[in-house]
């Protein structure tokens, strides 16, 4: 299993954009990147997913570059309610056998 | 749409009795996937049913075993508990065709349980 490094702990202020990393040295060809929100008690919440390059929906963007042993997750614009734990998951898409969780960062936002 | 639902939202337990916790998947779905999150880590994958068997098994004693029924509802079972076994217990359900490439898991509120 692709083991995967995010930083602990982040923090931003309204309205800026946060850029968080994930390093997966490990990654297998068949891996995807999926990133998951958590807010406390609750389950993870899909945030986006990509292969390759670069993958954008309407909450955020992911970047991957070409040998593809990190990703980046940018959330433009945050806000506070965006202050939760953000887990880069590397693995066989909704394959939970063979996908890890890390322990995630958490980003808090400040006004 | 109902999304995946879990109950009981929190119980307690005295160490060494049995817990059931419940999981109805997100409509569509036939995958039912648990997790053990323990405060401040990730969650931890127990396994994965699909088509009533257990297919996929994280790194979990025998104390934890599972089921799933024909309707894809699932149940997670876990014997002698120990103090350890205090955590947020997740459901995850998602569709097998999605489950090679792309595809997301679809996560409940999870049951909170506290051993003492």
């Known amino acids: 299993l692709a083991k995967t490094t995010q930083p602990i702990s982040m923090d931003s202020y309204e309205g800026q954009e946060v850029n968080i990393t994930c390093s997966h040295n490990?990654?297998?060809?068949?891996?995807?990147i999926t990133w998951y929100q958590q807010f406390p008690s609750q389950g993870p919440r899909f945030i986006i997913q990509?292969?390759?390059t670069k993958v954008t929906n309407e909450v955020a963007s992911l970047f991957i570059p070409a040998d593809r042993k990190s990703s980046t997750l940018s959330l433009p614009r945050v806000s506070l309610s965006d202050t939760a734990v953000y887990y880069c998951?590397?693995?066989?898409?909704?394959?939970?056998?063979?996908?890890?969780f890390g322990d995630g960062t958490t980003l808090t936002v400040k006004p | 749409d109902a999304g995946v639902t879990q109950s009981p939202t929190h119980l307690i337990k005295t160490r060494g009795q049995q817990v059931t916790l419940r999981c109805s998947p997100k409509?569509?779905?036939?995958?039912v996937s648990w997790y053990q999150q323990a405060l401040g880590q990730g969650p931890q994958f127990i396994f994965q049913?699909?088509?009533?068997?257990?297919?996929q098994r994280g790194n979990f004693p025998d104390r934890f075993s599972g089921h799933q029924f024909p309707n894809y509802s699932s149940e997670l079972n876990v014997n002698a508990l120990l103090l350890g076994d205090s955590a947020l217990y997740l459901c995850?359900?998602?569709?097998?065709?999605?489950?090679?490439?792309?595809?997301?898991?679809?996560f409940g509120e999870g049951s909170r349980l506290t051993v003492l």
């Open positions: 998951l590397v693995g066989d898409g909704a394959n939970a056998g063979k996908s890890t």
């Open positions: 049913y699909y088509e009533e068997e257990e297919r």
């Open positions: 490990n990654i297998a060809t068949n891996d995807y």
């Open positions: 990509g292969y390759k």
């Open positions: 409509s569509g779905h036939d995958t």
């Open positions: 995850a359900s998602s569709r097998a065709r999605d489950r090679v490439g792309t595809g997301e898991l679809f």
